[in-house]
């Protein structure tokens, strides 16, 4: 059975730090031993992969292993992945754009020079100030998920987050799992959300209702509109959160990513963040 992604992770980080292990080794020649023995296996395995691409390319199968995670990375590192670096990161930026254009903004690329991709922000982005801290952050991150190979990420336009506004993202599930025109609370990383998906992107949101304070578990969902059960206001679900009734606070943001395979991710202040 598939280990979770989770697991694989922490088994990537403990190969990792076996073979920091294995380079300081004090015996040099029992180093080199090691080190020889690990390179010949890593050039077995890539053999095998190539192969495996091969047998599968011009099939389904092709693009499923390049999407999964931990192949895609194994794929990069043999130099045998299907989809160019150019490919990937106009896919990455893709994932991003249903965020930025809840709050007027977008996101184009502007080159990929010297392992550096260099993409611009457009459009007002207004709506949300906690937005100015993560809209780098939200970007950046997709991109080196997507184009690991990659040296660098440039965003220009983009406010820098101010001291101690620094984000971690939480996997959230998956989109499958939202439901289509209705609410759905979930609490991620210990603090609850409201998750609102329309038909062509997801959203998440604070639970409470900015103007009265109500739980928006049991709220309204129609053409993009959420009704809070309590005081009746209506707030714009794509376009950050904002009132349509009246000038007042809007819904608190959420950054929501969705990715491969529709993994869902949220930005959430990291631990001991201001």
Do not use: K, Q
């Not at 930025?100 to 100030?129: Q, Y």
């Amino acid at each position: 059975m598939p280990r979770a992604d989770g697991e694989v992770r922490a088994e990537v980080a403990r190969a990792e730090a076996l073979l920091e292990r294995v380079e300081a080794l004090p015996d040099a020649r029992a180093r080199a031993t090691a080190v020889d023995c690990v390179e010949a296996l890593v050039r077995l395995y890539g053999e095998a992969l190539a192969r495996v691409m091969r047998h599968a390319e011009g099939t389904p199968l092709a693009g499923a292993l390049a999407d999964d995670e931990l192949v895609s990375h194994l794929l990069l590192v043999h130099g045998v992945h299907p989809v160019d670096v150019g490919t990937r990161v106009a896919r990455a930026l893709a994932e991003v754009r249903p965020y930025l254009r809840s709050h007027g903004g977008n996101v184009e690329l502007v080159e990929i020079r010297d392992g550096v991709a260099r993409v611009r922000l457009a459009g007002s982005c207004h709506g949300c100030p906690s937005s100015r801290a993560t809209l780098r952050a939200a970007i950046e991150d997709a991109v080196r998920r997507a184009a690991p190979d990659l040296d660098g990420v440039e965003a220009e336009g983009v406010t820098d987050a101010p001291a101690g506004a620094a984000s971690a993202w939480a996997p959230a599930g998956t989109l499958a799992e939202l439901p289509l025109g209705a609410p759905h609370l979930r609490t991620v990383a210990g603090r609850r959300l409201l998750f609102l998906r329309v038909p062509e992107a997801a959203y998440a949101y604070g639970d409470r209702c900015p103007a009265c304070g109500a739980d928006l578990t049991a709220a309204t969902l129609a053409d993009g509109a959420l009704g809070c059960p309590a005081c009746g206001r209506h707030y714009d679900v794509r376009g950050a959160g904002r009132c349509l009734d009246a000038r007042g606070p809007g819904l608190e943001p959420v950054p929501l990513l969705v990715g491969a395979g529709g993994a869902v991710r949220v930005a959430l202040p990291a631990e001991g963040a201001a």
